[in-house]
């Protein structure tokens, strides 16, 4: 009988952490590619929701669920007071001035939270009805924790796209991206827009960060870290995309779990391989516009 543990592990480990990139990830494509944008500090909000949720789910014992909403929501209110007192006089500016405030930003971040939570590495747990292991049949035995991580990675992909495919929001947004000055013609805010596009980005963002906060741990350097996987995830997937950077997000977590596993000195490079095949042969992304 052929053996499905390894091959099974590896498929659900990287799936797993391919929904946690891919959550994160999809609000920085979201707003590089709708707002115009070079946000590099996206991973910042990340590290944020992370640090709140282990502060509120462990020092102060708030239920999960609260303590995951409380998180994201004062990320979320957090990035709309800087979209309109910082980002939004860089809409337009030059990609150097976009960087460099951003840069800024995340050198800023990281001192808080080396102020305020030290510089060792902060883990998540999970919940307690999702603690333990779930046996899969002949698979073997799976974390229930990144069972869940799958299904919420799937849910926020099919909330997204519906709501961007299928929604009157949805259709403002297309609107405003394919033409700004038609769309102000005919009566749509696209200032109050541009500030609900980078709540959702960032909240998203604070998702990803507290979710995977169990998988990968939060430390001041997170943003640093790991904005390189994020940047990844929106090249290859392309940019103002939300079903990209989702195959994207498959493609390189079960990639790089798989040769983290099968071929640990190569697994390091998987990602920036990876990436130059297929920009080589896509350039503007899988699902990017040419």
């Known amino acids: 009988m052929i053996d499905l543990a390894v091959p099974a592990s590896i498929l659900l480990t990287g799936t797993a952490y391919a929904m946690v990139l891919y959550v994160t990830a999809v609000g ?9 944008i070079a946000n590099l500090a996206h991973g910042a909000f990340a590290m944020g929701g992370g640090y709140l949720l ?8 708030l239920p999960y669920p609260a303590a995951l909403l409380l998180a994201c929501a004062l990320i979320g209110a957090l990035s709309v007071f800087l979209e309109r007192v910082l980002y ?7 990609e150097l001035d976009q960087v460099v405030m951003s840069i800024g930003l995340i050198f800023v971040s990281v ?6 939570f030290g510089v060792l590495p902060l883990s998540a747990q999970a919940p307690g009805p999702l603690v333990g292991q779930v046996t899969l049949g002949p698979v073997g035995v799976f974390p229930a924790y990144r069972l869940f991580l799958i299904g919420v990675g799937f849910a926020v992909f099919i909330l997204l796209w519906v709501g961007i495919e299928r929604t009157v929001l949805g259709a403002r947004i297309r609107a405003t991206v394919d ?3 038609m769309a102000q013609a005919i009566g749509i805010n696209t200032q ?22 169990e998988m ?10 790991h904005l390189v996987y994020f940047l990844i995830v929106v090249a ?13 997000a498959l493609l390189l977590g079960i990639g790089d779990t798989a040769c983290r596993i099968l071929a640990p000195n190569f697994g390091a490079f998987f990602v920036y391989m990876a990436l130059f095949l297929i920009l080589l042969v896509k350039p503007a992304g899988l699902f990017g516009r040419t």
Not at 30 to 36: E, P, S
Not at 88 to 94: K, L, S, T
Not at 236 to 248: D, I, M, Q, T
């Open 28 to 36: 920085l494509s979201v707003t590089m590619g709708l707002l115009g």
């Open 54 to 61: 282990i502060l509120f789910a462990g020092r102060y014992a």
């Open 88 to 94: 939004a006089r860089f809409y337009g500016a030059p």
């Open 111 to 116: 001192a808080i939270a080396r102020w305020f």
């Open 179 to 181: 033409n700004r000055g």
């Open 192 to 213: 109050r827009l541009f500030t609900v596009i980078f709540a959702i980005g960032s909240t998203l963002a604070a998702l990803g960060g507290a979710l995977g906060a």
């Open 216 to 225: 990968i741990p939060i430390a001041p350097d997170y943003p640093l870290v």
């Open 236 to 248: 290859v997937g392309g940019l103002g995309s939300v079903l990209g950077p989702f195959f994207a």
